[in-house]
């Protein structure tokens, strides 16, 4: 099983400021099956990058995706309010798919 | 646009059954494999089974495999889950998903596991 390990496990930022999350996995997956996802309470995962850096419909550009191998990042610029959410990477590429154990991100 | 509906989410008694359903819409269902995902409230996401498209694959997590089936009627653009055995830990939003170079995800269905 592939395993994802999300850091950090918070983040409190500020509006305005740049945050990074991170996503490795315990061997090496293909970009094309590594998305990303963002929930907020009450809500259904919703995905904001797909292939490992192709953004979604309607994901803004202040969202970015990157990596490869086993190192994946996300990168938000200049954060807003509404972007407090948790943060879960996912890998489809090897059975059993798995997800990170997220990112929960906090605006103050 | 793809648009998938869970429904079948219950309070069982555990070592109860339970069969959730997936109806989907806006994409052809017999084309792609479909998955369960399921989410504990408050915790992380666990992918839970995978059907292909032709039912010609099944796949499951171990934790669910021997208890949970899945099924799918392509003709009613239906996916379903069969969960036999339940338990505690079985409690959650349960998700459907289309496959593909991206997943698209239903909103869920809760099952609540409780005597």
């Known amino acids: 099983e592939i395993v994802l390990t999300q850091s950090p496990v918070t983040l409190s930022l500020s509006p305005g400021e740049r945050a990074t999350l991170y996503c490795r996995a315990s061997?090496?997956?293909?970009?094309?099956?590594l998305a990303w996802y963002q929930q907020k309470p009450g809500q259904a995962p919703r995905l904001l990058f797909y292939?490992?850096?192709s953004r979604a419909t309607d994901i803004p550009d202040r969202f970015r995706a990157s990596g490869s191998g086993t190192d994946f990042a996300l990168t938000i610029s200049s954060l807003e309010p509404d972007d407090s959410a948790v943060f879960y990477c996912?890998?489809?590429?090897?059975?059993?798919?798995?997800f990170g154990q997220g990112t929960k991100l906090q605006i103050k | 646009e793809v648009h998938l509906v869970e429904s079948g989410g219950v309070v069982v008694q555990p070592g109860g059954s339970l069969r959730l359903s997936c109806a989907g819409s806006?994409?052809?269902?017999?084309?792609?494999?479909m998955h369960w995902i399921r989410q504990v409230p408050g915790k992380g996401l666990e992918w839970v089974s995978g059907?292909?498209?032709?039912?010609?694959?099944?796949d499951y997590a171990d934790s669910v495999r021997g208890r949970f089936t899945i099924s799918r009627d392509n003709t009613n653009n239906s996916l379903y889950l069969q969960m036999d055995s339940l338990r505690a830990e079985d409690a959650g939003f349960y998700y459907c998903?289309?496959?593909?170079?991206?997943?698209?995800w239903g909103q869920g269905t809760l099952v609540t596991v409780s005597s």
């Open positions: 806006g994409f052809t269902f017999g084309d792609y494999s």
């Open positions: 996912q890998q489809f590429g090897y059975s059993p798919y798995t």
């Open positions: 059907i292909t498209w032709d039912s010609g694959h099944l």
């Open positions: 998903a289309k496959d593909g170079l991206w997943w698209t």
């Open positions: 061997q090496k997956i293909s970009n094309m099956y």
């Open positions: 292939a490992a850096s």
